[in-house]
């Protein structure tokens, strides 16, 4: 721990960035050991004074009722309450009081970084549960981090398998691997050789005359009267064209397009939202039919 006094000479910015450190490193410890000594309680209320009397206004009120918070913990500690594990409230003081102080100095976020319960990133695939027969085809998703959370929605609503087009971004690819947060290694997936659609010869499309086709496109039905099949394949088209003529074309003459009603003033939804809305749809409608 730096000496308090240290920590009030050092520049502002790096005052505030030392301090947030700490905050993560006591929240880090409440998860592995399931508690904080009065020794570390005591000084992290004199970092959080420090910071109270250095914070704009509404950063301040915010930090002085956590700092309440913290003296009760001193005085009475956590136990363990319904659905609660021991000391999960003063956890979420020490993270709160972690974002607001890299608020103030811009600095936010991305979504891994809340995942701190399995550092290794390791999921079990024995625990998904699968809807057999139900896949989705990503036709030219640019973005990778649309990619990894397709992955990660997919994996969660029970897709067997994903098919990306030969310019699908790579789901191996950094941002697409951290979005996706484990579910790349477990989620079954191949790229195909040729597109699908077109005239070329491609020996590993799974695109028969059999297998029901539809589109996750504008100008279709909405979910709740689109007829789901218990197997078959969404189209998943790119963000900035959408499902292309020839795939549309093949949806057409099968189950059709598949739309999520919306009342904005932009008309449409990023890829990854309106692909998590349709899944749960679909796989609602698969429970429901069993």
Known sequence: ??????????????????????????ENKILLCGFLTEKELVYLLDVLEFCISSSNARSANALKDISKELKQNLVKPETSGPGNSPWHGLRRSLNTVQHILLGELGRYPSEWDFDKSDSSGALDPGKRRVFPGVEVYLEDIRSPFNVGAIFRTAESFGVEKILLSPFCADPNHRRAARTAMGCISIMPWERLESEPFSNAPCSNVPFG????????????????????????????????LGVSPPALEMADASLGRLSIPVFGAKGSLNVSVAFGIAMHAWAGRLISDN
């Not at 520049?11 to 450190?21: D, E, I, V």
């Not at 029901?212 to 900035?240: H, K």
């Open 1 to 26: 721990m730096i000496p308090l006094y240290r920590l009030q000479t050092l520049p502002p910015a790096q005052s505030r960035l030392k301090s947030a450190k700490m905050f993560m490193e006591a």
């Open 209 to 240: 005359a059999q297998t029901p086709v539809f589109a996750l496109e504008t100008g279709g039905i909405n979910p709740q009267d689109f007829p789901f099949p218990a197997r078959g394949i969404m189209i998943v088209g790119s963000e900035e």
